[in-house]
């Protein structure tokens, strides 16, 4: 569909929410009762009441304004620069993204190539390219970055489509060409300006109402990033399109809150660390996007259980620098542009606590200019707070409260330190795993014990399997890192978690004599036991693992099978104990109870063809046989160092 771009006077004001327009002055003058409901709601993480009645103006004003204003306006890309040059690290990180431009000077543009279902990846190294390039030219005024980064819009723009029918690869595509028409404005020809706003508009904004879909009230990461990038497609053209930019504004300022409200309460985010990386970058790019071109960000930043993630987010990295990788997480901690906005936000440096070193160990790595890792990394020079004077967290103990519950400790906060976390929940939330009672632990710089992840989404779905279907017999259970006979919790009878139960934190305590969370999963085992609950406490530098189970009266013995994946080499010492290694470094294994049980090791090859091999892993654990109508107290001491003499008490979970 071909968009003139002066057609659409009147498009968006008859088939959005007919609010009147209020000029800035009065907007900002709302009695105080209804200032007050409007933070009330944003602190409940409720809503947006009254967030938009001056977009109209606002967006009117803000067409008027020169390019860039993207973030980044002319006048102040000097003041950071000055900021930037006042830490060494940040130059060589600015340095880095000038030598990977640089390296991008003689790749060809890309190519409209899908894999699978998928033009992913082809849109995030567009991205990748068109906002390394754009910001190497704003940095040194060198016209070669933004021929380059020219020459990838046009081709990007010549696609017949970006992919509508997976609607995340149309949002990063518009992201990037907004990006790019924004910083290079003043250096791309009239024609090629004419082309790429032509194609965010046809091939971005309006695509996104000829073919919406579910993504439009979407709860998870989809809202975000779909949203977000569209929004940047329509602050960038709006002198153009304006009536078309409104439309998507308005809808996005109406839909956003939708995701925003999985933080809460506390800003735990129910898809685990890695997709709050994806997500929330995107919610961070459309907060700060709004407030760098229109003045405000409509109360976004107000919300309380948003501006408490990065809490969370700190949380999850373990000291060996691996997250807390529960659902379809994975493993490896990237770095997070969007902590460096909350950390300016809030005035907490020391939410880059972890960033900082992530940043430190990224720069003296080789990194080349393919691919589309880290796309948005010049979004940290951007949103980098002015004081950089950092100690470390404050609090070693974290508490994630909502869809999927986590308990999380730590010794201390430094790389050698021990560090565990538990997860409760359910295994039908957004890529959710069978992973109720798993956990992973670190300790003297090693992950211990270790959660595989997720498997490549296209290596299953290209063997035909029927991934995104949750139900209790859907194929993606039969995915053996996906069930619970992969993951550090129970079987029972060689059964599945059960997609319908849910877990809850039962017990949660900072308490420095024995800091620990216990989950009630009951739910989860729904059938197979009458009682299921799981404590995780620190002790020191140990952790005890300790569950309280009961079986169903007048029923067969059940066999339940504790197990733990590690990729230590494991050497048997006694029946009951146990030592790991790996690094270097030793793991004490002590099975306390049930007494006369024995540790063995479990493979973790899986079942399937279309299963990932998961070399270097096993598992260790043991199984125990219990009859009907019992309770059951299952033990294990995790040691630090290796095994020891001194016993350890085991008491009930309710006296913890």
Avoid at 140 to 165: Q, Y
Avoid at 292 to 306: I, K, R, W
Avoid at 323 to 331: I, P, R, V
Avoid at 626 to 637: D, F, M, N, P
Wanted: hydrophobic fraction near 35%; glycine fraction near 10%; charge should be negative.
């Amino acid at each position: 569909m071909r968009i003139d771009e002066r057609s659409f006077s009147n498009l968006g004001r008859t088939e959005t929410p007919s609010i009147a327009p209020r000029t800035v002055g009065s907007f900002e003058s709302f009695s105080s009762t209804v200032g007050l409901l409007v933070v009330l709601c944003w602190v409940l993480g409720i809503g947006h009441v009254g967030a938009q009645p001056d977009l109209s103006k606002r967006l009117a004003s803000a067409a008027d304004e020169a390019h860039p204003r993207l973030f980044v306006s002319a006048d102040e890309w000097g003041e950071l620069s000055d900021r930037i040059g006042a830490d060494q690290q940040l130059k060589a990180l600015r340095e880095e993204i000038r030598r990977q431009a640089e390296a991008m000077l003689e790749l060809e543009p890309v190519e409209r190539e899908k894999v699978g279902r998928r033009l992913l990846g082809v849109s995030r190294t567009a991205l990748k390219r068109v906002s390394y390039l754009g910001f190497a030219y704003r940095s040194t005024g060198d016209e070669r970055f933004a021929d380059r980064a020219e020459r990838e819009m046009l081709a990007v723009a010549g696609f017949k489509d970006w992919n509508p029918s997976h609607f995340l690869d149309v949002a990063e595509m518009t992201a990037a060409l907004a990006i790019g028409y924004d910083w290079l404005y003043e250096v791309l020809g009239e024609e090629a300006r004419q082309t790429i706003r032509q194609a965010i508009a046809e091939k971005g904004l309006q695509t996104s109402f000829d073919e919406a879909g579910w993504w439009v009230d979407a709860e998870n990461n989809w809202g975000q990033v779909c949203h977000g990038g569209l929004t940047l497609g329509a602050l960038a053209v709006a002198e153009d399109y304006p009536a078309l930019s409104e439309k998507v504004i308005r809808r996005a300022l109406d839909k956003i809150e939708i995701p925003m409200g999985e933080y809460g309460p506390n800003g735990s985010y129910p898809e685990g660390p890695g997709y709050w990386g994806y997500g929330t970058t995107y919610n961070v790019v459309f907060i700060d996007a709004l407030q760098s071109v229109l003045g405000t960000d409509f109360g976004l930043s107000g919300h309380e259980p948003f501006m408490s993630s990065p809490r969370y987010y700190l949380h999850a990295h373990g000291p060996t620098g691996l997250y807390f990788n529960y659902s379809d997480s994975g493993a490896h901690a990237s770095i997070a542009p969007a902590m460096y906005w909350f950390a300016r936000k809030l005035d907490e440096s020391s939410l880059l606590w972890l960033e900082r070193q992530k940043l430190g160990d990224y720069l003296t790595e080789n990194h080349g200019a393919q691919g589309g890792g880290h796309r948005l990394l010049p979004m940290l020079l951007l949103w980098t707070p002015e004081s950089l004077q950092l100690s470390p967290p404050d609090k070693r103990h974290y508490q994630g409260v909502g869809a999927n519950p986590i308990g999380i400790h730590r010794a201390e906060w430094d790389d050698q330190a021990t560090y565990v976390g538990i997860k409760a929940g359910s295994p039908r939330e957004n890529h959710g795993h069978m992973d109720i009672g798993s956990f992973v632990m670190d300790a003297k710089g090693v992950r211990w014990a270790v959660d595989l992840g997720s498997q490549s989404y296209h290596s299953l779905e290209s063997k035909g399997i029927n991934l995104w279907n949750m139900q209790q017999d859907s194929e993606r259970w039969g995915v053996f890192r996906l069930n619970n006979r992969s993951h550090n919790t129970l079987v029972v009878n060689d059964q599945l978690q059960r997609v319908d139960g849910e877990a809850r934190i039962e017990q949660f305590s900072r308490d420095a004599s024995m800091p620990h969370t216990v989950i009630e999963m009951t739910e989860v085992y729904k059938g197979q036991l009458s009682q299921a609950k799981r404590g995780i406490a620190l002790l020191g530098d140990k952790v005890l693992v300790q569950d309280e189970i009961e079986t169903p009266a007048n029923e067969k013995p059940v066999e339940i099978r504790w197990a733990m994946v590690t990729r230590a080499k494991v050497e048997m010492v006694k029946p009951n104990r146990a030592i790991l290694r790996d690094e270097g470094k030793q793991l004490g294994v002590e099975l306390l109870q049930p007494t006369g049980e024995t540790l063995e090791i479990y493979s973790t090859k899986p079942p399937h063809s279309y299963d990932t091999t998961n070399p270097g892993t096993r598992m260790i654990g043991f199984k125990t046989r219990v009859e009907g109508g019992t309770q059951e107290q299952l033990a294990v001491l995790l040691r630090p160092g290796g095994l020891g003499d001194r016993a350890i008490q085991v008491k009930p979970l309710n006296e913890w």
